[in-house]
């Protein structure tokens, strides 16, 4: 099944596709496509911006779309960054590097201990004939206070997952889709569309 990325992450797509593609789904870049929109995400959780903006490519595509909307939440800041990891700051000067930095900077006066954090990703694919298959999955951990690790993107560097004693930037990318909150979100993702008919069960 051929199906619409609503993202212009490339990062996103090589990390969906290594999971999606063991269950039949091509996926394509909204971009492959030549549509280049830019979705409003005007929604207050994770679930609502995810749909707006798989409905925003399905519409202008007519293929199913499928989008993807994470982020890290913070337990001391009251779950931010939360649903604007992507924005944090809502400074434009800022890229993936400096709102890790600020995020940082945000949590030093959290002490050791206390500085628990969760991934959560929401995906969730539209298709023309108005169905609607959601999935959340969430991978619990702890802030570092300093960047470790060369691998992943966004907030991985400063994401420790104690049960494999590492960042999530130190981790494979083999074994980062076996743990990680995106990972964890595909695979109820993939029971959901076993359970609808677009997969093999």
């Not at 207050?44 to 995810?50: A, G, I, R, V, W």
């Not at 490519?57 to 001391?76: F, H, N, Q, R």
């Not at 009251?78 to 995020?103: K, Q």
Request: charge should be negative; include cysteine; glycine fraction near 8%.
């Amino acid at each position: 099944m051929k199906v619409v990325l609503a993202s212009k992450n490339k990062h996103k797509l090589v990390e969906i596709s290594r999971i999606t593609e063991k269950f039949g789904m091509e996926l394509v870049l909204q971009s492959e496509l030549g549509v280049d929109i830019d979705v409003e995400e005007n929604g207050t959780t994770f679930e609502e911006n995810s749909f707006i903006k798989a409905e925003a490519v399905m519409k202008a595509t007519g293929l199913p779309a499928l989008a993807d909307d994470s982020g890290i939440a913070v337990d001391e800041l009251n779950g931010e960054p939360g649903i604007y990891s992507a924005r944090y700051g809502f400074d434009d000067s800022l890229d993936d590097w400096g709102r890790l930095l600020l995020l940082l900077k945000n949590t030093e006066h959290v002490p050791d201990g206390q500085r628990q954090a969760q991934f959560v990703c929401v995906i969730t694919m539209v298709t023309p004939d108005s169905k609607t298959i959601q999935a959340r999955g969430e991978i619990h951990g702890e802030l570092l206070r300093q960047p470790v690790g060369e691998n992943g993107f966004g907030y991985d560097p400063i994401f420790y997952y104690p049960p494999m004693g590492m960042s999530t930037a130190q981790m494979s990318p083999e074994d980062k889709n076996k743990v990680s909150h995106r990972a964890n979100a595909l695979n109820v993702f993939y029971e959901k569309l076993k359970e609808a008919g677009y997969a093999d069960k």
